[in-house]
């Protein structure tokens, strides 16, 4: 059980029947009455966010969320493979389960797959992963001072802005929470 003195960004809790992530709240102290919690929800089956105000002492139960370490196979008739690292078997996941996580993924890379009361539901990739660029303009002598950006499209069909000193072929990390270039990668 968690109470809202509990409440930290990051924290997954059960409401109304569905597993949610803490995105933002804020503790607000009324005049006369007893303190509120306004809370930014963001359900993690729908991916919607929701907006709740909570008296403070509320109980929330734990979700039944279960983590497996999952490794990458190959997408086939629309579903993403994974197999289980500890016994082997193969777990279909759909785009909507992976959402954005589909754009970094690639082949035999490893991933925590989640798992809500036995129902596969997402993965969690992780933070920075290192991918080839597939497509970008060439850079010309004396971009490098200017500090904008030109698009490129990674090896995983990932559209990303990228700084003028970047060309195809060029390994570089990626923040797969934010999708944003991080650094080149020295080969």
């Known amino acids: 059980m968690f109470s809202t003195s509990d409440f930290k960004k990051g924290l997954k809790i059960e409401f109304k029947g569905e597993p949610c992530e803490i995105v933002d709240f804020q503790h607000v102290k009324m005049g006369r009455g007893g303190a509120v919690i306004r809370t930014k929800m963001k359900s993690i089956l729908t991916g919607n966010v929701l907006e709740e105000t909570f008296r ?56 925590t797959a989640i798992y809500y009361k036995g129902q596969p539901i997402g993965v969690e990739l992780p933070i920075f992963v290192e991918l080839e660029v597939a497509e970008a303009e060439p850079g010309f002598k004396g971009d490098t001072a200017s500090g904008g950006s030109k698009p490129a499209k990674l090896e995983t069909g990932a559209p990303i802005k990228v700084p003028f000193h970047i060309n195809q072929g060029d390994i570089i990390k990626v923040d797969t929470r934010t999708g944003e270039y991080v650094e080149r990668v020295n080969k």
């Open 56 to 111: 403070s002492g509320e109980k929330f139960e734990r979700p039944e969320l279960e983590s497996k370490s999952m490794q990458y196979l190959y997408f086939q008739d629309n579903l993403y493979y994974f197999m289980d690292t500890e016994n082997y078997e193969q777990h279909p996941f759909t785009e909507k389960q992976l959402g954005d996580a589909r754009l970094f993924i690639k082949e035999n890379m490893n991933v």
